[in-house]
């Protein structure tokens, strides 16, 4: 299983960005999809899931300016950045996990499989 972030750069504030998360090596139709981040000396934090079911959550902090999505049919998950903000800084790592429920789809520790990261970096 490989999961493939993409679409991380160096933009200003304000400024948009659209990750995306390719996966591999099986089909996650019934599993939730997430991004998280870590920025620099910062635990990893939760930032967007996605269940199976349609359901989406976000992070007060990204709540209005980001939007995730996912495409069962490619296996992909993608994360719309809007009005980006210096504090959005960090490497944003996509994930996924089997049959997680609502009330730990934020939980690090639920999701089984990892993408490396890529790196976004907002300049004020």
């Known amino acids: 299983v490989q999961l493939q972030a993409s679409g991380g750069g160096l933009v200003q504030a304000g400024d948009s960005l659209r990750l995306s998360c390719a996966t591999s090596?099986?089909?996650?139709?019934?599993?939730?999809m997430a991004w998280f981040r870590q920025a620099p000396g910062k635990e990893r934090e939760f930032v967007s899931a996605?269940?199976?079911?349609?359901?989406?959550y976000y992070a007060d902090s990204v709540k209005g300016r980001f939007t995730i999505s996912r495409d069962n049919a490619k296996n992909t998950v993608n994360l719309q950045m809007n009005s980006l903000k210096p504090e959005d800084t960090a490497v944003y790592y996509c994930?996924?996990?089997?049959?997680?429920?609502?009330?730990?789809?934020?939980?690090?520790?639920?999701?089984?499989?990892w993408g490396q990261g890529t790196l976004v970096t907002v300049s004020s």
């Open positions: 090596g099986r089909t996650f139709g019934s599993y939730a």
């Open positions: 994930a996924v996990g089997q049959r997680i429920i609502a009330s730990a789809i934020r939980t690090t520790s639920m999701y089984d499989y």
């Open positions: 996605i269940r199976y079911t349609g359901s989406t």
